[in-house]
């Protein structure tokens, strides 16, 4: 862009009508890497069109999606943008808006995004996260169990999702006679992302009422889990109710829904690929190297949460300005060939596998651990429970969703197969 362009920017929609659409729309859901390998070969960084008033700056390339997501001029705030941006975003989906909604983790910086993660990452500890893994496989087995004799399941609605909340569940603190209104509303709210109506807020309210009145009791009730760390402040600033809200809406929605879609995915990469599949069967060790290429090839979050600009800078070459918003394209820079050998393969040889799915810089993914554990688990007592598992239609029917945020199908129906079956 040159330097008048750039000066004729105005604080107004439409300042960039050459922008190219951003392949986040529904003709890009299934497939958008053919987009991604475009807008790598481009340039590092490129302006795309969302919708009127929404012309981010978007990172395709490795090096440079890790450079700015650890990048201070980049704000997760939303106070930065410019007014007509946030005007612009709250005129979104659902997902898109999150960054709007409270004060959490993905809409703070430092020193009030540090002093909430110092709380949490107490509550996350590597002995903690181990201990998850026997829970983790007692419930992925039950939920195996229900499936067993079935002509057909949906992976997603009957196996991912209650696990993922289970685990959620499990490190906020709810109790185990709570579980089952937040599956409730868990899977109302993923339906609920796929309308245009008032169900994702209906949803979001119906979790309320059963999550507030637990929280606003959190801090009497003490405890050594996260909400409990949360509630009490433990040396920290205290969280006022409406912020302990707003973390725990947020911890919740993004834990269980970026893992259930992640295992979808992996599991999908598995029914198609069958060689890779009798490598996993032969060397049942292989399911971290699977789950590696899978964060790295399909990982369930394409963009994290939002940046701003807080100062005018040039952001590998692109003039970006105060108030601009930017986006790192989280599954282009897993594909990035400057990097990655053949990498659009799903390989499990490779010595290295460099992606950044769980983000990077002060923002990089807390759950990373608890996510690798819960994936692991479930796909590898999923295919160790039906060896015959098999789409119940062709992988090109698939429903994608249609979300900037987040990558994964709409339902993932498989034949389960006889126990002890053999792969196809």
């Keep these: 862009m040159t330097t008048s362009a750039r000066n004729s920017h105005a604080d107004a929609p439409g300042a960039f009508p050459d922008a190219p659409e951003a392949p986040f729309g529904p003709e890009w859901a299934a497939d958008p890497h053919p987009a991604y390998a475009r807008l790598r070969a481009e340039g590092p960084v490129r302006r795309v069109r969302v919708r009127e008033g929404l012309e981010p700056w978007v990172v395709s390339r490795y090096a440079d999606v890790k450079a700015m997501l650890g990048d201070p001029r980049l704000s997760t705030d939303p106070a930065v943008a410019a007014d007509f941006v946030r005007e612009a975003i709250g005129r979104g989906r659902p997902e898109e808006k999150v960054s709007l909604l409270g004060r959490h983790l993905l809409s703070t910086d430092p020193p009030e995004h540090t002093s909430m993660r110092r709380l949490m990452s107490r509550a996350m500890t590597p002995r903690r996260t181990a201990a998850l893994e026997e829970p983790v496989r007692r419930r ?5 169990d229900a499936a067993a004799g079935r002509d057909r399941f949906d992976l997603l609605d009957e196996y991912a999702v209650p696990l993922a909340v289970d685990v959620v569940c499990r490190l906020l603190g709810v109790p185990e006679e709570m579980t089952d209104p937040f599956l409730t509303c868990a899977r109302s709210f993923s339906r ?21 009145p637990w929280l606003l009791g959190a801090r009497e009730r003490g405890g050594d889990s996260l909400v409990g760390l949360l509630a009490s402040g433990e040396g920290e600033e205290e969280l006022d109710p409406h912020r302990l809200i707003d973390v725990v809406y947020h911890l919740f929605f993004s834990g269980y829904e970026s893992s259930a879609y992640f295992v979808c995915n992996t599991a999908l990469l598995l029914l198609t690929h069958p060689e890779q599949r009798r490598q996993v069967r032969e060397k049942p060790e292989l399911m971290e190297a699977v789950v590696e290429e899978a964060l790295r090839l399909e990982g369930s979050v394409k963009v994290p949460t939002w940046r701003f600009a807080n100062q005018d800078f040039d952001l590998a070459g692109a003039p970006v300005r105060r108030g601009d918003a930017v986006l790192a394209l989280l599954n282009s820079a897993g594909r990035d060939p400057e990097v990655v050998d053949d990498p659009d393969s799903f390989r499990l040889d490779r010595p290295s596998c460099p992606h950044l799915a769980f983000s990077h810089g002060i923002h990089h993914c807390l759950g990373a651990a608890v996510g690798r554990l819960e994936s692991r688990v479930a796909l590898s007592a999923l295919f160790g429970r039906f060896p015959g598992i098999r789409l119940a239609v062709p992988a090109g029917e698939l429903s994608w969703r249609d979300n900037l945020m987040m990558r994964g199908v709409t339902a993932l129906p498989v034949v389960p197969g006889p126990d002890g079956g053999t792969a196809p």
């Design 140 to 144: 992925a087995e039950a939920l195996l």
């Design 192 to 212: 609920a992302e796929l309308d245009e109506g008032d169900a994702f807020a209906e949803a979001a309210d119906a979790l309320g009422e059963h999550l507030v």
